[in-house]
């Protein structure tokens, strides 16, 4: 054996001992990983990796240099480390992983996620009594049990209609009573969140709100379904954490609601991003619905939408219905008067998974 092949054999030696070691070392920061999960305690703590590199180059005595040496110790630790993020993300109490069979949400004797179709229709915002009333009136009609209605409306610009806040939510509670119907409208401050309980049932966190973490710990913190839409800028894993802040609180009834994105295309109000309803019913155990009026913004496309959702897997359709939209304070562009609610419903029971709403 040449000189030359000696050497190369000896490399090819302490190179297994290295990954050896490495592995090694993982082993141990992965069972550090698993205490400091159980005592809550955060995973990266730079102290104590300070500590490690001052006491490696402490006794490095080259040929490497000590920069070169906390470079490469600098390396394995972070992947140590994203090694600690893979486990905590298979933890994620919204995950299949954790959970594997579908979370299915009774709001008043409708249960969402059962694998039939659920809808949610009712006005972008609450404008009176008289016009949510006649909304519920059809609602009701065609067996639909969720209305929804905005009391609180987050606005592009501060000087459009802002919704009309408590006596909004009281004119949903009077409809809900009257027909027998469960409500859904959006709150948009942790502090509401108390009293509108006492008015809704369900909570939803719009797609402005989707990553304010305070609403979502409060909305967490109550016992009442939430319905949680899509950030309009919001990626999929961004959006599946901000379902975990509220389920990590201990409200595991959450409805995920895609709502479309936002891209560089302006045929559409968002892009409707449909192969995210898949994605999150695999990656999650949640029902997940899509909204096609926000999503498209266009009121010719909501029936070939609504029918790609159920086709794709979703569990509900949500879409904006006004007794004269021409005069709504809000979305007049895309939402439906009732005749064209109805055709809407005709056509899309066709394609849905129960036959009750026909
Ligand atoms: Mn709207």
């Given at each position: 054996m040449s000189e030359m092949e000696q050497l190369r054999k000896q490399l090819d030696d302490v190179n297994l001992e290295l990954l050896e070691l490495i592995n090694r070392r993982a082993k141990l920061v992965q069972g550090i990983g698993k205490i400091k999960n159980k005592q809550s305690?955060?995973?990266?703590?730079p102290v104590r990796e300070r500590d490690m590199l001052n006491q490696i180059t402490a006794h490095n005595d080259g040929p490497f240099e000590n920069s070169t040496v906390e470079h490469i110790f600098k390396e394995i630790f972070k992947a140590s480390l994203e090694l600690q993020e893979d486990d905590h993300r298979k933890a994620l109490l919204v995950s299949r992983k954790k959970k594997p069979n579908d979370t299915v949400i009774d709001i008043k004797g409708e249960?969402?996620?059962?694998?039939t179709t659920s809808y949610v229709m009712g006005p972008c915002a609450v404008e009176s009594y008289e016009q949510v009333a006649q909304v519920a009136q059809a609602v009701k009609k065609r067996g639909i049990k969720l209305l929804r209605g905005g009391a609180f409306k987050p606005r592009t610009?501060?000087?459009?209609f802002q919704g009309l806040g408590l006596e909004g939510l009281q004119i949903l509670k009077r409809v809900a009573d009257e027909y027998d119907l469960a409500v859904i409208s959006e709150i948009v401050n942790p502090a509401d969140i108390e009293q509108a309980i006492d008015y809704v049932d369900v909570i939803q966190i719009g797609a402005r709100n989707m990553q304010n973490f305070e609403l979502l710990k409060a909305a967490g913190d109550v016992n009442k379904p939430v319905l949680l839409k899509r950030g309009l800028s919001a990626t999929i894993s961004e959006f599946i954490n901000a379902a975990e802040y509220i389920i990590s609180r201990?409200?595991?009834n959450i409805i995920l609601c895609e709502r479309g994105i936002r891209t560089y295309?302006?045929?559409?109000?968002?892009?409707?991003?449909?192969?995210a309803v898949p994605i999150l019913k695999q990656e999650t155990h949640l029902p997940v619905m899509v909204d096609v009026t926000h999503s498209t913004g266009r009121r010719d496309l909501l029936l070939p939408t609504a029918k790609a959702a159920l086709a794709i897997g979703a569990d509900g359709v949500m879409a904006e219905v006004h007794p004269?939209?021409?005069?709504?304070?809000?979305?007049?562009?895309q939402q439906m008067d009732i005749p064209s609610f109805n055709s809407f419903l005709d056509e899309l029971s066709k394609y849905a998974t129960i036959a009750s709403h026909s």
């Amino acid at each position: 054996m040449s000189e030359m092949e000696q050497l190369r054999k000896q490399l090819d030696d302490v190179n297994l001992e290295l990954l050896e070691l490495i592995n090694r070392r993982a082993k141990l920061v992965q069972g550090i990983g698993k205490i400091k999960n159980k005592q809550s305690i955060k995973r990266f703590d730079p102290v104590r990796e300070r500590d490690m590199l001052n006491q490696i180059t402490a006794h490095n005595d080259g040929p490497f240099e000590n920069s070169t040496v906390e470079h490469i110790f600098k390396e394995i630790f972070k992947a140590s480390l994203e090694l600690q993020e893979d486990d905590h993300r298979k933890a994620l109490l919204v995950s299949r992983k954790k959970k594997p069979n579908d979370t299915v949400i009774d709001i008043k004797g409708e249960k969402v996620g059962d694998g039939t179709t659920s809808y949610v229709m009712g006005p972008c915002a609450v404008e009176s009594y008289e016009q949510v009333a006649q909304v519920a009136q059809a609602v009701k009609k065609r067996g639909i049990k969720l209305l929804r209605g905005g009391a609180f409306k987050p606005r592009t610009s501060p000087y459009d209609f802002q919704g009309l806040g408590l006596e909004g939510l009281q004119i949903l509670k009077r409809v809900a009573d009257e027909y027998d119907l469960a409500v859904i409208s959006e709150i948009v401050n942790p502090a509401d969140i108390e009293q509108a309980i006492d008015y809704v049932d369900v909570i939803q966190i719009g797609a402005r709100n989707m990553q304010n973490f305070e609403l979502l710990k409060a909305a967490g913190d109550v016992n009442k379904p939430v319905l949680l839409k899509r950030g309009l800028s919001a990626t999929i894993s961004e959006f599946i954490n901000a379902a975990e802040y509220i389920i990590s609180r201990g409200n595991g009834n959450i409805i995920l609601c895609e709502r479309g994105i936002r891209t560089y295309e302006k045929a559409t109000r968002n892009t409707l991003d449909i192969s995210a309803v898949p994605i999150l019913k695999q990656e999650t155990h949640l029902p997940v619905m899509v909204d096609v009026t926000h999503s498209t913004g266009r009121r010719d496309l909501l029936l070939p939408t609504a029918k790609a959702a159920l086709a794709i897997g979703a569990d509900g359709v949500m879409a904006e219905v006004h007794p004269d939209p021409a005069v709504a304070l809000s979305d007049s562009a895309q939402q439906m008067d009732i005749p064209s609610f109805n055709s809407f419903l005709d056509e899309l029971s066709k394609y849905a998974t129960i036959a009750s709403h026909s």
